[in-house]
């Protein structure tokens, strides 16, 4: 009789834990629906940036033309091109290349100026360019930015110097939207040489910003002076991260503290994510408003986790799909992205962060978009 109840006991227990594991159709990152398949979007929102001019996106468009190329712009460039590669279509990489051409000659006056880690990352795009194609005007082009975040400039700030004295960037600011800016450019300019110098000292900055403001939780203050731990300023520490991951070797010293980082953060963001996918303005706040940058640059960071094997498919892919079906319901039938966060400074202030402007068509949910679509496909 003893031997029967525990059999029932254990068949019971079966039961229930089969009711609540994932299924595998919940964190298939392969199959979608129609009209949410990364091929899809990608192509939409690939398409509307070709169509738009620079700077000039969503319902923010300035009255003037842009005096330069913004971080925005590149960091969609920059998604759209690895869109056109991991998809084959050489025809829509070409367009992309297209669009830069003029930078040479009559926009050359739109090329940002080598002195604040928000124009720095500009240099990404014209190394993918260049890894395309092998072109040495965009090999010189691109490593003039990255060359130029680590030389000091005569006119440098002591705070600047100081950071510049101790082997970082003399760029370092310990706001979490750096460690996108800074390691997305050094990243490219190893991948486009071999040179470890590149990659190695954007990992060293990593471990200063990972040791500076993350928090005992897994989550990240926008900055020591803002200790808010706001979505789409996470979000780039997310992306950050699944990058120099994918690219840095396996023998440098400091992956072993970015991968604990990075584990940290993504247990968080499991556990704060909402039950339709989202993620909120301030991610641990139940009164913010969910918010799609932040939220897909977060799904961009699971989905090259799990597609690595650094995260758990069932737990992480199952968080990614649901996140990325979720965006998809967020794009209008002008393919843009709503709810995105504007532009944001620092501000030690809860009603700073939940009282932005959301945005529709911004480039800052634009580009993490074309991440998402282009790693789901890798």
């Known amino acids: 009789m003893t031997v029967m109840i525990r059999l029932l006991s254990f068949l019971f227990a079966l039961l229930l834990t089969a009711g609540t594991q994932a299924k595998p159709n919940d964190y298939d ?14 192509t939409r929102i690939a398409e509307k940036f070709l169509d738009t001019p620079h700077s000039r996106y969503g319902n923010t468009r300035p009255a003037t033309p842009p005096t330069q190329i913004t971080y925005p712009d590149v960091c969609t460039w920059l998604g759209g091109m690895w869109f056109a590669e991991v998809t084959g279509n050489d025809q829509l990489f070409s367009r992309f290349e297209s669009r ?26 014209p190394l993918e360019l260049y890894l395309k194609t092998k072109q040495q005007k965009y090999l010189d082009l691109g490593l003039k930015y990255a060359n130029e975040q680590w030389i000091v400039p005569d006119n440098a700030r002591p705070v600047e110097k100081a950071w510049a004295s101790k082997g970082y960037s003399w760029q370092t600011r310990i706001w979490i939207d750096d460690m996108f800016m800074i390691t997305a450019v050094q990243a490219q300019a190893y991948r486009a040489t071999g040179d470890r110098k590149y990659i190695d000292r954007a990992a060293r ?7 500076t403001i993350q928090l005992p939780n897994g989550l990240f203050y926008h900055s020591p002076e803002a200790q808010f731990p706001w979505g789409r300023g996470n979000g780039w520490m997310a992306a950050g991260m699944a990058e120099i991951l994918r690219i840095l070797p396996e023998d440098n010293p400091d992956r072993p ?9 993504m247990a968080a963001l499991l556990k704060f994510q909402e039950p339709d996918g989202m993620w909120r303005q301030i991610i641990d706040d139940p009164e913010a408003w969910k918010e799609t940058s932040g939220t897909a640059m977060f799904t961009y960071a ?7 094997g650094w995260l758990d498919k069932r737990s992480y892919g199952a968080a990614a799909r649901k996140a990325w079906i979720a965006l998809t319901g967020y794009i209008n039938s002008e393919d843009e992205l709503t709810e995105v966060c504007e532009g944001t400074n620092i501000k030690n202030d809860r009603n700073h962060y939940l009282q932005r402007k959301r945005i529709v068509g911004d480039l800052h949910g634009q580009a993490p978009l074309l991440w998402c679509a282009m790693a789901l496909l890798r």
């Open 29 to 42: 990152l392969k199959r979608f629906p129609n009209g949410k398949t990364p091929l899809e979007i990608g």
């Open 257 to 265: 503290r970015i991968m604990k980082g990075y584990h940290k953060m």
């Open 205 to 211: 900055e990593m471990v200063l910003y990972l040791d």
């Open 100 to 125: 830069f051409a003029p930078l040479f000659d009559r926009e050359a006056h739109l090329l940002p100026k080598a002195n604040h880690v928000d124009n720095n990352v500009f240099g990404s795009v």
């Open 302 to 308: 699971m989905i090259t986790g799990v597609k690595n």
